[in-house]
């Protein structure tokens, strides 16, 4: 199957590699030209615009970090929709706005193609070694074409008939954990400035109910000084202002969220955008050692 990708980061990079690896043949194109130049090494064809890669393609594939830059790959004058075959499918897998997902699936729709919001739930881990989570909203007709390709990046897909119902759930496992690293970073500063071993409190955790496996990876990546982005605090800051967006529209109270975002906020000011979202807690550390 010729099948575009469109976003090679952190994660996009090893979701396209899956993909290439199958013998698909790939139309790639990314912001920086330079992220493409090992998998057209490996064959894949660069395309100078999204709908170079759209025009190629039966099916095109998208993980990008912000609902602008969707917005203007999909819709913009050399976007993905003004490259489309009728009939093919574009699967975005980018954390967005159930605003800008429900506007994608309608104008899709107009112009005789498929628009599918499949965001992942998972880490650059699980994302090289096909065993991410996958919520899939849109048509059932376009889903069936696309499964295996899914299967490809994930070990477990939920279905949804609208893409913004895919979209509302992605938002709010992120907002999961943006609540649960928070949490986590306030027990490990108390501990540390109450003289409890850090190690030892994630060790009492890990025998309880209380456990779940982010606190053991993040835990002890925090402890070790480890903030090698796996998923860039900036990205967090974002989709915990998107939530509460959409919290808003639908009149949902999250005032946990609201907390959260207050304290990556405050980790933004502190130029930490690019490092790893569990790098809030040296928000937390700072204001330890000022009192």
């Known amino acids: 199957m010729n099948i575009g990708f469109i976003g090679l980061g952190l994660m996009g990079a090893p979701m396209a590699n899956r993909l290439l690896g199958r013998g698909h043949a790939l139309f790639v194109y990314n912001r920086t030209k330079t992220k ?59 954390t967005v706005s159930p605003v800008l997902t429900r506007r994608l699936e309608n104008e899709y729709r107009e112009r005789q193609s498929f628009f599918l919001h499949a965001p992942v739930l998972g880490s650059v881990p699980n994302a090289a070694d096909g065993s991410l989570l996958l919520f899939v909203g849109g048509e059932e007709r376009a889903f069936q074409r696309v499964e295996p390709l899914l299967r490809v990046i994930g070990s477990r897909t939920w279905r949804f008939e609208r893409a913004e119902e895919a979209t509302h759930v992605k938002l709010l ?42 606190y053991q990876t993040k835990g002890a990546s925090i ?66 050692q000022a009192q």
């Open 36 to 94: 493409a130049d090992s998998f057209m090494a490996h064959g894949a064809r660069w395309c100078e615009t999204p709908a170079e890669a759209a025009r190629n393609a039966d099916v095109i594939f998208s993980m990008l970090s912000a609902p602008p830059i969707l917005e203007k790959i999909a819709l913009g004058q050399d976007g993905v929709l003004n490259g489309m075959k009728p009939d093919s499918i574009h699967v975005d897998c980018s």
């Open 223 to 288: 402890i070790d000084n480890n903030f090698t982005p796996r998923f860039f605090l900036e990205h967090m800051f974002k989709d915990l202002s998107l939530i509460l967006e959409s919290a808003n529209a639908s009149g949902s109270p999250l005032p946990v969220a609201e907390l959260a975002k207050n304290l990556f906020a405050k980790a933004m000011e502190a130029g930490l955008a690019k490092e790893d979202y569990s790098a809030v807690v040296k928000v937390l550390r700072t204001t330890s």
């Open 173 to 214: 496992c992120n907002f999961f954990i943006g609540a649960m690293i928070t949490t986590l970073s306030q027990a490990l500063v108390y501990a540390e400035r109450n003289h409890i071993n850090p190690k030892l409190f994630l060790e009492i955790l890990s025998h309880s109910s209380l456990n779940a496996p982010m």
